[in-house]
């Protein structure tokens, strides 16, 4: 009997990632391509190009279950509709009917953080919990919530926006949402170079390179923090955000778990910094404790993805 499978489509800010999957997680193959920034048609036009060719090649003694996708924005898991990537891109888009009808296979959808969330829930850290929080530190930052075994997408399906919570970091550093004290732009990727361009004048002696084009690097202000007093400022200030939004978090929904992950938190150096940062009181109940996803952050994405495709046939029984 052949052994039954998932395809996974991951679409990101940079690139589209296809794999197939196998219900333990194990990826069988997979293939890249290019994205850049998109609007919903271009991207469905992407997706759908790229799954032409990677579904016709067939995987030997395997059989394609299901489709799942991930990706940005805001979409309805359980319609496979998906909304709008941002504001200014804004399309109502049935991702699951459009794609089921084109390959003749079931698909399931959904945002790529409350993906990612699913793919700890079978695969990762929180096979072990019922009530967990991941919290994606990335370009963004937003969080999936899983409580008493199920993942919250809420009313509007915009469950999980976490950062735009106040940082406790008095800043004043502006938001897209409006407000200026938020998580996201202190602690995400984009908000690490917003505030480095906001006091870069006050430390003119900083040996951190801000680029003219492109993103200050998450990873050199890390590397620099014994030594430039920017980056400390930098650093510090992430970990406090973060720290703050856990334990803010964490009376939410009670989890005994939470699970971080994103680029930002990859290498770990963050991720110590924050620890410094909560108060034992506070996360006493959070007994499996405060952890790094043991994913590989290159690949959560696309068995999120898969974790969609899993789910939805297991949930459809």
């Known amino acids: 009997m052949d052994k039954k499978t998932y395809i996974g489509v991951d679409l990101g800010g940079t690139k589209l990632l296809i794999g197939e999957a196998d219900r333990a997680g194990n990826i069988l193959r997979q ?48 319609s ?15 991702v699951s009917k459009l794609l089921g009808e084109r390959y003749g296979l079931p698909c399931f959808v959904d945002n790529d953080v409350r993906s990612a969330a699913k793919a700890e829930m079978l695969f990762g850290r929180g096979r072990s919990s019922r009530d967990l929080i991941y919290i994606n530190i990335g370009t963004g930052i937003a969080a999936g919530f899983v409580s008493g075994g199920r993942l919250i997408t809420g009313g509007h399906c915009n469950a999980g926006e976490v950062g735009h919570t106040s940082s406790g970091i008095d800043l004043k550093v502006s938001c897209e949402c ?91 150096f963050l991720y110590n910094k924050v620890l410094e940062r909560l108060n034992p009181y506070t996360i006493r109940y959070v007994t499996n404790g405060v952890v790094l996803t043991a994913l590989d952050p290159r690949y959560i994405g696309l068995l999120g993805a898969c974790g969609n495709a899993i789910k939805g046939m297991e949930e459809s029984l």
């Open 178 to 268: 409006g407000r200026t004290d938020c998580v996201e732009p202190v602690a995400s990727g984009m908000g690490i170079d917003q505030c480095a361009r906001l006091l870069a004048p006050d430390y003119p002696d900083t040996r951190l390179v801000i680029p003219a084009e492109g993103r200050v690097s998450a990873a050199d202000v890390f590397r620099l923090y014994d030594e430039d007093p920017l980056c400390r400022v930098l650093t510090d200030n992430a970990a406090q955000a973060v720290a703050n939004l856990i334990m803010n978090l964490v009376r939410f929904n009670d989890p005994d778990t939470v699970i971080l992950g994103g680029g930002v938190m990859s290498d770990g």
């Open 80 to 94: 496979g509709t998906w909304y709008e990537i941002s504001p200014d891109r804004k399309e109502t888009v049935e």
């Open 31 to 78: 293939e890249k391509i290019p994205s850049g920034r998109l609007n919903q048609r271009e991207a469905m036009a992407l997706i759908e190009k790229g799954l032409d060719s990677f579904l016709a090649v067939r995987t030997p003694g395997c059989a394609v279950q299901a489709i799942g996708v991930g990706t940005v924005g805001r979409i309805d898991n359980r």
